[in-house]
């Protein structure tokens, strides 16, 4: 088959609705909708290989826990893995006393009733029935007229009235669905939809669920939220319906839809956890959910363990969630640029000094914590990164607080190693680059501290005497100065010729209570004008600071060679 040298010509704009007086675009979202999962049934029909019951119960179980109260748990019809699964869920127990179970079912009396049967026993439960309406169906599909697709819908809610009927032990909810409503006629959808509950005689304390699928997405989603508002508007006895949506993600705007439905007077979301579903999948939960938490409202769904979650998801559907899924991909939390990384550390910084509940990070939309994430992998390093990439991981990984300067000197260590391994630098690389940098804790070393001890003059001088290892060997060394620091100078140009000037010195604690430690550092400068940073760690604020002059003596060795 020849393709066209425009393939647009193959294509029509979907129609406007005709809402000029729309009322959706000035609302908000201010609480969360009724949440219906489909995993068990819309996603289950979406993987290769449909989960066993073994995984269907786990799923089950996941979704109980999350706060899911409505359930859509599989097509009855659909064969005797499907029947046998609901059953034994009915009558094993474990639906929650505030959970109701849904089965799906096209609008042909066998399925009905087998849908029916695989219910019996259940406390409460909800049949959902469907058929297609719009035109490519009625013309291509069914070759039927309006009149005849209407009556399968009739049929169809006929036979639901009766079989509940039959079974008056169980508290029956009926939902009914115009299939692909998204690319049918509005007003033959709400005909459709009003010929079924004048079957089925919902009331307002017992209202009917009025289903509106995006079946096939076709238009943009303000054109969705324009139908939903047109169809609210239009359907009579609107008080006596729940409005549904179902939205799939053909055009990638699934839960834009959903959300824009919401705010044009939608009462309920079908969907799965993290979109799963046919084609591009449908409405993700997860990221609905989590919008809503976003903007001050609570969901009513606990996502605090969204790794479990997604572990599950992973095993009982054998897809992988992407690792840039919102919300819940390994890498959504996480920044490699620098200029990225710099301004989420300052925001933690900022967060903490502020000591209130008010989230204010940039580039995290959502406190990483609150969905059971650490903070350990919000930044991490490879050759895109700048020094508070690094800086973040030390302090995080090691308690390291470097100061700006010593940042700038240490990137060039980094970013030469990020060059060299092509690749991600995790804590451990970026600790031993560290340490190989200024000399903390390596065996190459020219000077290592062994002992030593400091004790006053009678002018007040310090006088500086120990043991140091020099190239392996120890000495015996002494210097005097007006303080500690200035005895070890003292020592390093009496004894060894090496002459040194400290620009600047800071410390701060690691740790704290007995295990507490101190790090020191100390930028200084050669007689040649180089500048050398020296770091020391230790138990006690002193000896870190012998071990940073001797760090920076290590590195002005390094510079001469």
């Known amino acids: 088959m020849a393709m066209l040298s425009d393939p647009s010509r193959k294509y029509r704009p979907f129609p406007q609705v005709p809402l000029p007086d ?4 000035s609302r908000t979202i201010t609480q969360p909708p009724r949440w219906l999962s489909t995993d068990l049934r819309d996603g289950n029909q979406a993987i290769v290989d449909p989960m066993d019951a073994v995984k269907k119960n786990r799923f089950f179980d996941t979704l109980v826990e999350i706060g899911v109260k409505e359930i859509e748990i599989g097509f009855p ?4 893995t499907e029947f046998d699964f609901i059953s034994a869920l009915v009558r094993s127990g474990k639906i929650p006393d505030d959970v109701i179970v849904q089965v799906l079912t096209q609008s042909r009396e066998d399925l009905i009733r087998t849908s029916f049967q695989s219910l019996g026993g259940a406390d409460k439960a909800i049949v959902h029935l469907y058929n297609a309406v719009s035109p490519a169906w009625r013309e291509i599909v069914f070759r039927m007229t309006p009149e005849e697709v209407r009556e399968i819908a009739v049929k169809g809610a006929k036979v639901m009235r009766d079989e509940a009927a039959k079974r008056p032990e169980t508290d029956w909810h009926f939902q009914y669905s115009p299939e692909t409503f998204s690319t049918a006629e509005l007003d033959f959808s709400i005909s459709v939809c009003e010929a079924v509950m004048e079957v089925l005689q919902p009331t307002a304390e017992r209202p009917i669920i009025l289903n509106l699928p995006a079946t096939v997405e076709a238009a943009t989603p303000n054109v969705y939220a324009d139908q939903i508002e047109y169809f609210c508007r239009n359907l009579p006895n609107r008080d006596r319906a729940v409005i549904s949506l179902h939205t799939h993600n053909d055009r990638g705007t699934g839960v834009a839809a959903a959300e824009l439905g919401l705010m044009a007077g939608a009462d309920r979301i079908e ?3 993290f979109g799963n579903g046919e084609r591009t999948g449908n409405c993700c939960l997860v990221t609905l959910a989590l919008n809503m938490y976003t903007q001050g409202i609570d969901p009513g769904l606990d996502f605090s363990d969204i790794d479990r979650i997604i572990e599950t998801v992973e095993y009982c559907n054998q897809i992988p969630v992407h690792q840039r899924h919102p919300y819940g991909g390994e890498l959504v939390f996480t920044a490699f640029s620098g200029s990225h990384q710099d301004a989420i550390k300052k925001g933690f910084a900022a967060q903490e000094q502020r000591n209130d509940e008010l989230w204010r990070v940039p580039y995290l939309p959502i406190d990483p914590a609150d969905l059971g994430r650490s903070y350990e992998a919000v930044i991490r390093v490879n050759s895109q990164s700048g020094k508070g990439g690094f800086a973040w991981v030390l302090e995080q990984d090691q308690g390291l607080k470097l100061p700006k300067k010593l940042q700038v000197d240490f990137s060039q260590h980094v970013q030469r190693l990020a060059d060299e391994l092509g690749r991600e630098l995790n804590a451990a690389d970026i600790w031993d680059t560290f340490r190989k940098a200024y000399f903390v804790k390596v065996p190459e070393r020219r000077f290592r501290l062994v ?14 005497s120990g043991t140091i290892e020099v190239d392996g060997r120890e000495q015996r060394v002494s210097g005097r100065g007006k303080g500690l620091i200035a005895s070890v ?4 140009k009496d004894e060894f010729a090496l002459e040194l000037e400290v620009l600047d010195y800071s410390e701060h604690a690691l740790g704290t209570g007995t295990d507490a ?7 200084c400068t050669t007689p040649a004008g180089n500048t050398v940073w020296g770091v020391g760690i230790d138990q006690d604020v002193a000896t870190a600071s012998v071990r940073a002059i001797l760090s920076a003596a290590n590195s002005a060795v390094r510079e001469q060679a």
């Open 451 to 464: 002992d030593f001890e400091e004790r006053r003059a009678a002018d007040g001088d310090r006088i500086f």
């Open 489 to 492: 100078l003292a020592t390093l």
């Open 77 to 80: 019809a659909a064969g005797q």
């Open 517 to 523: 430690r101190a790090a020191t550092y100390l930028e």
């Open 271 to 273: 969907g799965c956890l």
């Open 22 to 25: 729309r009322q959706w675009p």
